[in-house]
């Protein structure tokens, strides 16, 4: 079984910046992709940003230039930095791990999900 961790998060004035962190712990050989999506009360979930184990990053049109996502390997660790924020990011924030295992020499990836952590931007 896999664990994600998330912490940060919390309520900040419109303009201001917070930052959140995810740490992956249990069984897995390694971890593939790793992201943070949000969900909004009455709206469906939807991909932040993303992150490949190599470092490759993708982000929503709506975040690009204020967010930035990282990931530290040796920590199993994703961090989301998210600047000059918006009400409208205001939502739950998800941390989401591509994690594979291996079994009798057969390789599994699976997703895992956080929590959740509530962010909150007021205006």
């Known amino acids: 079984q896999v664990q994600l961790v998330e912490s940060g998060g919390g309520l900040v004035q419109a303009g201001g910046s917070l930052a959140l962190s995810c740490t992956a712990s249990g069984n897995f050989f390694s971890i593939n992709a790793m992201g943070w999506y949000r969900q909004a009360p009455g709206k469906q979930r939807e991909l932040v940003a993303g992150?490949?184990?190599?470092?490759?990053?993708n982000y929503s049109d709506s975040v690009k230039g204020r967010f930035t996502i990282s990931r530290d390997n040796a920590k199993n660790t994703v961090y989301l930095q998210m600047n000059s924020l918006k009400p409208e990011d205001t939502a739950v924030y998800y941390c989401?791990?591509?994690?594979?295992?291996?079994?009798?020499?057969?390789?599994?990836?699976?997703?895992?999900w956080g929590q959740g952590t509530q962010v909150t931007v007021s205006s």
């Open positions: 992150i490949t184990s190599g470092g490759t990053t």
């Open positions: 989401n791990a591509d994690c594979r295992s291996v079994l009798a020499g057969l390789t599994y990836d699976h997703d895992y």
